[in-house]
């Protein structure tokens, strides 16, 4: 008499349990995001929203979701660095230009300076005179500093330790990108007829990085670092300021 087969099961019920628990995980997630991304009065940071997020939700799975979600909406998720917002879909932004103050323009030099701090970051204000081929007025780095695209990062270890400067999240959200490797390359820069005529063989656009952490060359500011950018101009104070003038911060174009 022949042996009576194994039972085949077809399906396993706890595998198919376990995808509906973590969809129904992802799904929560998803929500929770929402709401605290709607209730926030700026952009949040992936690990603050983690901490509220159920036990094996990964927040950026939760995140790409929810932007896949509003993706086609009047509001649509963005990110900037690692923080993250809702803001108004780029084609319906006309329908609020008459609630928007109207802003000045940034000036050549305040938008040449903002150029090479993003690309060469972390920079002194030296570096930044020697790459524009003239003196920097303080009042250019006010400037940027008040916009919150440009800020002070550290002092390089060198003589005089001279301040190094960088970007912000800030900068990152006014011109729409999501991290600073979005900045247009070379190829991108020739094609906007930025660069006119030949350039040298060897030239080439720097990979920018925004790193937060110092570089080994850098170290902490002091605790009075508002003030740090005066004492960096007096100390120098000898320099002809051969720089043309600034204007207010205003609706700039990059």
Do not use: C
Request: charged share 30%.
């Amino acid at each position: 008499m022949g042996q009576v087969a194994d039972k085949v099961e077809l399906f396993n019920a706890n595998s198919d349990e376990a995808i509906a628990r973590a969809q129904e995980a992802l799904s929560e997630a998803v929500r929770i995001a929402e709401a605290l991304l709607f209730a926030a009065g700026e952009p949040l940071d992936e690990a603050e929203m983690a901490e509220r997020m159920p036990k094996g939700v990964g927040v950026k799975e939760a995140l790409e979701r929810l932007r896949e979600d509003y993706a086609g909406r009047g509001v649509n998720l963005a990110r900037a660095g690692k923080k993250w917002f809702f803001r108004t879909a780029p084609d319906l932004s006309w329908l609020l230009a008459r609630q928007q103050v109207e802003e000045k323009k940034l000036s050549r030099a305040a938008l040449e300076t903002l150029a090479i701090v993003a690309y060469h970051q972390p920079v002194t204000r030296a570096e930044i005179e020697e790459i524009r081929g003239v003196a920097i007025s303080k009042g250019t780095l006010d400037v940027l500093l008040e916009t919150g695209w440009v800020r002070l990062r550290g002092r390089r270890k060198a003589p005089g330790r001279p301040i190094t400067y960088g970007t912000t999240e800030a900068f990152l959200m006014h011109f729409g990108l999501e991290q600073i490797n979005d900045l247009p390359g070379l190829e991108e820069l020739r094609g906007a007829g930025l660069f006119d005529g030949r350039l040298p063989k060897d030239f080439r656009v720097p990979q920018p990085s925004d790193d937060a952490a110092l570089a080994e060359d850098e170290e902490p500011l002091e605790e009075d670092s508002p003030s740090l950018l005066e004492m960096e101009f007096v100390e120098d104070s000898t320099q002809p300021m051969v720089e043309e003038g600034i204007d207010a911060p205003d609706e700039t174009e990059f």
